[in-house]
């Protein structure tokens, strides 16, 4: 029988699925639900225990104790105020190497090893339990890109290859060949809204979504749903790409719908097909 | 005596300040003041006319008219709407280029190319006639970066040398190492406003607002003012970098005062001492 999976849940629905696609394959789960990040009705569905964000010493003993060997860490955490984290002995430890000054890659990163190296459990990506959700390559609904979306991905792929290694966002919007915004703190739903008052007349506008260049995909892979498609339909966007093979798409059948629905496209794309060496993963 | 300046007014407080500094120099000035752009309080008090943006031959003929030899473009010009637009035959030889497509700098270093070498014209920098609203060297008031504002600064600067090539936006806001946000079509004013609701718990957040490298300055130096240091400290900030000799400085005496005011500092960086090779201007 396949071990038993710890998922250390974040935000979004991601630990839900998680939960579901363990159920289904009759693997044993456990969650350790973030106290104010992870969403009660996602978790507590599963054998579940609440933790405080800091307290990672009480996090690990509890993996330990339910016989946890893989763990997957899934959904997003926003960044704690200081009240909130109070770090125990171990999560000090993580601090106290200036891991909350780096980007979320390098933290991400750091975590990861460390639960690896140190702690003795495997980390899966999500993915690795999630097949079905990989985004697939080429249009995922009835509509496809036209010729200026086409231009404004590409802008969008060449963006994020030149500001990735920069570890601020995953996500760009591009217009007509302008970049209206670029991601950074705001996340995706941010950076969709916030661009509504920046298109310029007439069509386009494309949300280009892809993985870093190099980016710790384990902890941090890049997903879609139907909460982006609705937020892009109302903002006048074109379409979206995203990574063929690197991104995660909830619930893909309400995905097509709404995209059918507004007139939207939703594409899979390689970006080495458009940057060479574009390559992410670890 | 000095040739006569005409000034292409887009909006903001930028046009104003050069009639000042060529009347108090004895030089005769006329004002293109574009609709919808130009403020009419600011260029009204000058000898002007208000032409369409897209009627380049209407604006070029009147410049010849009024014997106006160099020319100074001022202010920015928002993104105009095809009906606000509708170009003439000469306005459409820029547009057939493809120019719109490009970004800012690509746009405005062919329209000076064009005043240049087809029409005649000398093109001038703001700076030009207001020396002494260049940034200067070091802290501006009261208050310098202290160490985490320095880090701050220096990784700013380094995001900005990243970014430039890519002719997205000339600013960016860090706090604690993190990138708050990038600047690209919602401007300066706009970036500090959304990353108030993005900033960390606890101390810092820095703006750092330099030309990209290779920028064309003539057209589109980049300024500060007290509207700046209002939405800088309405949004929690730390302090201001801006690139030294680089930046127009509108209003010190006020600048000078809400920033003492408020406890931000104001200070004049080289960006090249902080990434080799960073180099603006053209």
Known sequence: MAPKVGILAGGGPLP???????????????VIAFEGQADPRVVEAAPHAWVRLGAAGEALDRLRAEAVEEIVMAGPVTRPTWRELRPDRRAAKFLGRGLLNKGDDGLLGAIVRALEEEEGFRVIGADDLLDDLQATAGPFGAYGPDED???DIEQGVRVLHTTGPLDIGQAV????????GLEAAEGTRGLIERCAGLRREGRGGVLVKLPKPGQETRADMPSIGPETL???AASGLAGIAVATGATLVFERDEVVRLADEHGLFVVGIAPSDIVAGYASGS
């Open 16 to 30: 839900g699925y998680l939960v579901d696609a363990c159920r289904s394959s009759g693997r044993d789960v456990f």
């Open 149 to 151: 979306s086409t231009a």
């Open 173 to 180: 919007i591009v217009q007509q060949g302008i970049v209206l």
């Open 230 to 232: 609705r937020a892009a």
